[in-house]
């Protein structure tokens, strides 16, 4: 769509560029952006070409790996790990797999685009909140402070975000990535748009936790020490707030699913892991086009 009221771009090399006039917008990959009016927009500033690494891994002790705000969710699907293989890397893809995008559009979304407009059925919301991702943001005084994405997102389409504030990064920990997960969605349409994302995660010492997203209007977190059994597990889930309605399912449909889907995960997550001799479930990248 053009943007018919926008009569300035500009395209920040440096932090200071990103100091936002009246009526001027960050630009990452402009897939929402381009997608419906935007009358109150008169300027773009390109964030794109800050010439942030896509994706960096962290050194030890804590490790992990750090997204930048302009990855492109394509980027993020081949990644797999630079020094090793992160167990859970498939999850990425599997992310991906909820947002209703082809692998076109993948190619210029952004992680941190998606994040910020923090739709309810947002797959990168609902893959930094289950692998515990910390976002750090710049603020327009030159600060800069850290915040966990679950608690960035405060609603269906809203943030904790002030004026003039960008995402530069969000970390995910090395503990999350080497988890066991099992992602699990539902859509009343085929190729519609999540009503339902649930994230299932047992890090090595044993803890467990449970993301909820879609079917809530801010992402929902359950942790466990240990796997819960099945009904302490459903009866956490329908007492979970934010369940709503709209033209895509009824709160009641969304918390009924979000519980099935979570038993799903649970049953999966509590059979014997694999062995050297036994492959890992299958990497759906692998039947991926190329991005």
């Known amino acids: 769509m053009d943007l018919t009221t926008v009569t300035a771009y500009r395209a920040a090399r440096t932090r200071a560029d990103l100091a936002l006039a009246p009526g001027e ?12 009016p935007q009358p109150e927009t008169t300027g773009l500033v390109d964030l794109t070409t800050m010439g942030w690494r896509p994706i960096e891994e962290l050194e030890a002790p804590d490790g992990g790996i750090r997204i930048a705000a302009t990855c492109t969710i394509a980027e993020l699907t081949r990644y797999r790990g630079h020094r090793h293989p992160w167990r859970a890397a498939p999850l990425f893809t599997q992310s991906a797999h909820a947002l209703l995008a082809s692998f076109k559009v993948w190619n210029v979304a952004t992680v941190g685009g998606n994040i910020c407009r923090a739709f309810a059925a947002g797959a990168m919301v609902s893959l930094c909140t289950a692998l515990d991702g910390v976002a750090e943001i710049w603020t327009p005084s030159g600060d800069a402070y850290r915040i966990a994405v679950a608690d960035l997102v405060t609603g269906n389409g809203t943030t904790s975000l002030g004026p003039g504030e960008v995402l530069r990064a969000v970390e995910l920990p090395a503990r999350a990535l080497r988890a066991r997960t099992a992602l699990r969605k539902i859509a009343l ?9 649930v994230i299932g995660r047992v890090d090595e010492d044993g803890a467990v936790v449970f993301s909820i997203t879609a ?21 956490d889930i329908d007492r979970l707030a934010g369940y709503y309605t709209d033209p895509l399912g009824t709160a009641d449909w969304r918390r009924q699913v979000a519980g099935v889907l979570a038993e799903e995960i649970r049953d999966e997550l509590t059979r014997d892991e694999p062995t050297e001799n036994q492959p890992a479930e299958n990497d759906p990248a692998e039947n991926e086009p190329a991005a």
């Not at 349409?189 to 994302?197: D, I, K, P």
């Not at 079917?215 to 009866?235: F, G, K, N």
């Open 25 to 36: 917008r960050i630009l990452g990959g402009g897939t929402w952006l381009y997608s419906e």
């Open 189 to 197: 349409a085929e190729l519609g748009r999540s009503g339902a994302v």
């Open 215 to 235: 079917a809530t209007q801010r992402p929902s977190i359950l942790r466990y020490p240990y796997m819960p059994d099945a009904a302490a597990l459903r009866a």
